[in-house]
């Protein structure tokens, strides 16, 4: 009678229970080996988890998220925020953060995340655009409005206009450049030097 091992699982970490009869070591460091030579029993990794402690970041790491890809100025920030820039000074250095602030903080940091992911370059005029009735991603944060809704909006803006560029260039694609003598007056005054 062939005796099969019985694979029982325990949280995340799988556990390998043989039957009496098997013979061999039924060791972790066996079960590695002997997928090296060609009949894994088992995948013996455990599995990664979706919350890994890397993906939780303090506000001090949230702030330098937002300063590295937003690369704002204190006072914009802080005015986004509703604190003063000495605020913003002092939770660069660690000072605690109301929960608050920390939640708000959070969330303009998945924003930044959002950007970087898209893979935008973001600068002061960008931030400042109009993004919905007349409002920039940071009045819309100040108003308590989402960072992350207005990220994503501000980047659809983006990407509408980069395509209407791309549609413009390949119909202008082939067309002759005027020459530069063309230009070569246009804002020159000119004098009548015989009067």
């Known amino acids: 009678m062939l005796k099969l091992p ?12 043989f039957q009496v009869g098997t013979g061999g070591a ?5 079960l590695k080996n002997r997928g090296s030579m060609g009949y894994a ?9 979706s919350c890994a402690t890397a993906d939780v970041r303090t506000p001090v790491d949230d702030l330098n998220q937002i300063r590295k890809i937003f690369h704002p100025a204190v006072t914009d920030l802080a005015n986004a925020l509703g604190v003063s ?23 303009l940091a998945r924003a930044a995340d959002i950007f970087a992911l898209e893979g935008l370059t973001s600068t002061a005029q960008l931030l400042r655009r109009p993004i919905s009735s007349g409002k ?19 980047i659809e803006i983006v990407r509408r206009e980069t395509q209407q560029h791309q ?29």
């Open 167 to 195: 549609k413009l260039a390949a119909r202008l694609a082939g067309r002759p450049l005027p020459s530069r003598d063309a230009y070569e007056d246009i804002g020159i005054p000119v004098f009548e030097e015989d009067v």
């Open 136 to 154: 920039n991603f940071y009045t819309i944060v100040r108003d308590g409005g989402s960072a992350e809704s207005a990220a994503r909006s501000l």
């Open 26 to 30: 039924e060791t972790l460091d066996y």
């Open 6 to 17: 019985v694979v029982l699982a325990f949280a995340t970490l799988p556990i390998v229970g």
């Open 85 to 107: 820039r000495q605020a913003i000074y002092d939770w660069q250095a660690g000072k605690p953060i109301a929960a608050e602030n920390a939640s708000r903080l959070s969330d």
């Open 41 to 49: 029993l088992m995948n013996y990794e455990p599995a990664q988890t």
